[in-house]
């Protein structure tokens, strides 16, 4: 098949959908002529300007995205007390803030580890935001450290508080020690710094329990996850969803978007 053909296949769909709007009136139907004719026409032309063949590209993906911020948005509006007023979740910053930002993570995930430094960024840059942190063991299955550094983390918030916690959570980010490194004894030691020697007797799994139903109910598939959202008034365009690894600048600017 010659070039031209393939391309003049691709293009009759693409041309006629790509540039349309999510909501949009419905096009009006062409005759199968009608349509040749222009996939002819577009063929040509992209035949002769391969560049706009990147734009259309990139079309593509920037409206596959906004359907996927759409469809997440509207999840995180369902499920909006579970994520802002869990009084099991670990939180940091003023009660009366506007945004919050939502963090799923888990201690043994080389990405969260690469956030974190990141975080402790934006955290300092506007500390007007209220943080909540998920604890999110997905790998406990495979290092048994993921699921007991979260344990610990839940007893430390219920221990000590804001304070106590956010040193726990930087500490064990700090010790570098992640996918499988990380050791009973760092935990430990990470606990003492925070004022913790033993963990609480309670069994905190039915927390992690929640966080994972929650993240599920959400349609996040592994860590890290970060939900940017107004503490009032929500709605799918003040709402940012990363499914996957954010910069301090992405994190910004999805808070100054959630204000607005």
């Known amino acids: 098949m010659s070039i031209k053909k393939t391309t003049l296949s691709l293009v009759t769909t693409v041309i006629l959908s790509v540039f ?10 062409f005759t199968p002529e009608q349509e040749a004719r222009i996939g002819e026409i577009a063929a040509d032309y992209l035949l002769a300007h ?13 409206q596959q995205h906004a359907r996927e911020q759409l469809a997440m948005s509207l999840k995180v509006m369902d499920n909006q007390a ?22 799923f993570f888990d201690y043994q995930c080389v990405f969260c580890s690469r956030l974190a430094p990141g975080m402790e960024q934006v955290m300092k840059t506007r500390p007007d935001v209220r943080y909540i942190f998920k604890e999110w063991p997905i790998f406990a299955p495979k290092w048994e450290t993921s699921s007991l550094a979260a344990q610990y983390g839940i007893g430390v918030w219920k221990a000590k508080g804001a304070a106590g916690y956010l040193t ?6 700090h ?5 499988g490194d990380l050791t009973t004894e760092d935990i ?5 710094a925070a004022g913790v020697d033993t963990l609480n007797a309670v069994d905190h799994a039915p927390v992690l329990g929640k966080n994972d139903a929650l993240a599920q109910a959400l349609g996040l598939t592994g860590t890290p996850g970060l939900i940017v959202m107004p503490v009032e008034n929500a709605s799918p365009g003040t709402i940012t969803v990363f499914a996957g690894l954010a910069s301090p600048e992405q ?3 999805a808070i100054d978007k959630a204000q607005h």
């Not at 391969?50 to 590209?57: A, E, F, R, T």
């Not at 726990?168 to 980010?173: E, L, P, R, T």
């Open 251 to 253: 994190i910004l600017a």
């Open 168 to 173: 726990y959570h930087n500490g064990i980010y």
């Open 188 to 192: 430990k030691a990470v606990a003492h």
């Open 82 to 103: 579970a994520l802002l007023r869990d009084a099991d979740t670990p939180v940091s910053g003023p009660a009366g803030a506007k945004v919050a930002v939502i963090e």
């Open 175 to 179: 010790t570098g020690h992640i996918e």
């Open 50 to 62: 391969p560049d706009v063949l990147v734009q259309v590209s990139q079309k593509l993906q920037q």
């Open 20 to 29: 349309t709007p999510l909501h949009a009136a419905p096009a009006p139907a």
